[in-house]
Structure formats: C-alpha cells, structure tokens
T-cell receptor, first 112, second 112 residues
Framework: GDSVTQMEGPVTLSEEAFLTINCTYT??????LFWYVQYPGEGLQLLLK?????DKGSNKGFEATYRKETTSFHLEKGSVQVSDSAVYFC???????????FGTGTRLLVSP | GAGVSQSPSNKVTEKGKDVELRCDPI?????LYWYRQSLGQGLEFLIY????????KSGLPSDRFSAERTGGSVSTLTIQRTQQEDSAVYLC??????????FGPGTRLLVL
C-alpha cells in the first residue's frame, strides 16, 4: 500500500541553522506530495506541495523538490527561526484515491 | 474567507456514551474528509464525502463510527458507545474537487 516515511524526531537546532527533514514515499500510482505543519496548539496547515516530478514547492523560506528517481520529498530551510518550532508532516495523495497518507511527523525545536 | 470550523474544540465523555462532532467546511468546497490523530496511530483517514456520491468509509475503524453530510455542507461524525481507545484529535478537512485539503483546528476527544 501507499506509505510515507519520515525521519524520527525531535530535531533540535539553534536559530539560523540549516534544516533538512527527510521524507521518502511508496505509492502504487503517481502521487502529489505535501508538507503540512502543526504549530503548538493549532491545526494542520499546508506548508508547500508539488504535483509532478522535479517540481519544487516553496513557502516561508522552506523548499522541497519532488524526486521521482529516489521517491523523496525532503524539506529544507536555509536559516531556521524559533518560530519554526512545530511538527512537520510529509504526506501524499494518489490521484483517484483522494485520501491523504501521512508520515509520522517530525518535531522541530529551534532554540535562540 | 472563513476556514474549516469544528465544534466542540474539546470533549470529555465517559466510556460507553455517544458523542457527535461537527464540521463546517469552507464554503463552496465539495469534498469533505475526516481524519484522526492519535499518539499510537499517527494521522489516519476515516471517511471522505464528495458531492452527492456515496462516501468512502474505508477508514472507519469499527461500526461504532458513522458520519453524515447534510445538504452537501455540514458534516457530523458520530461515535457510539465510546471506548478509551477512541481518545484522539478528530480533524476535518475540505477541498475543491481534486485540490488541496484544508484542515480545521480539530476536536480533542477524551474518553474516561
């Protein structure tokens, strides 16, 4: 079945450090890929998405590139801020199936 | 415009009681989804409604769970004879057909 694998957390960084959160997927069809973020006490928010191979999604300084050859969608940010502390979820949706399949989430903690 | 809203935000109930959770989707969105977020299982798909089509109930964990969507808008998720393992955050999302899903803040359910 379809699945998403994310790196275990928590990821602990100092402010202005470089961030990478790894995400790989297995899909029976051709998926669209997403990163959602959940800030403390809040609901899930879409951070970025990519719908086809080699697309790069970007938002708020975060980027992720859809790599079909490595079935990956790693999240990166060049310089994290304390306000980026949250749980990040990688997810996929296979066209025709409509339901999002989520990874387990990665907690990011950024200290001043 | 307004986002997805859910009520109540928190619900505490006793084991064996029935609960109803409500979701108001974004106006004009034809698709509505319920997911569950729990410590042991992560984020799981429960049910999907699209327009007037029969819902996709493939994610409902047992026959104690049911959902309806009235008039193509508001949805109610009902859990009968609640069990402690039903304790979780219940998330609703909506989308225009085939487009990105937008999530509500969730209902946190605690079964004592």
């Amino acid at each position: 079945g379809d699945s998403v694998t994310q790196m275990e957390g928590p990821v602990t960084l100092s402010e202005e450090a470089f961030l990478t959160i790894n995400c790989t997927y297995t899909a029976t069809g051709y998926p669209s890929l997403f990163w959602y973020v959940q800030y403390p006490g809040e609901g899930l928010q879409l951070l970025l998405k990519a719908t086809k191979a080699d697309d790069k999604g970007s938002n708020k300084g975060f980027e992720a590139t859809y790599r079909k050859e490595t079935t990956s969608f790693h999240l990166e940010k060049g310089s994290v801020q304390v306000s980026d502390s949250a749980v990040y979820f990688c997810a996929l949706i296979v066209i025709g199936f409509q339901k999002l399949v989520f990874g387990t989430g990665t907690r990011l903690l950024v200290s001043p | 415009g307004a986002g997805v809203s859910q009520s109540p935000s928190n619900k505490v109930t006793e084991k064996g009681k029935d609960v109803e959770l409500r979701c108001d989707p974004i106006s004009g969105h034809t698709a509505l989804y319920w997911y569950r977020q729990s410590l042991g299982q992560g984020l799981e798909f429960l049910i999907y409604f699209q327009g007037n089509s029969a819902p996709d109930k493939s994610g409902l964990p047992s026959d104690r769970f049911s959902a309806e969507r009235t008039g193509g808008s508001v949805s109610t998720l009902t859990i009968q004879r609640t069990q402690q393992e039903d304790s979780a955050v219940y998330l609703c999302a909506s989308s225009a057909q085939g487009e990105t899903q937008y999530f509500g803040p969730g209902t946190r359910l605690l079964v004592l």
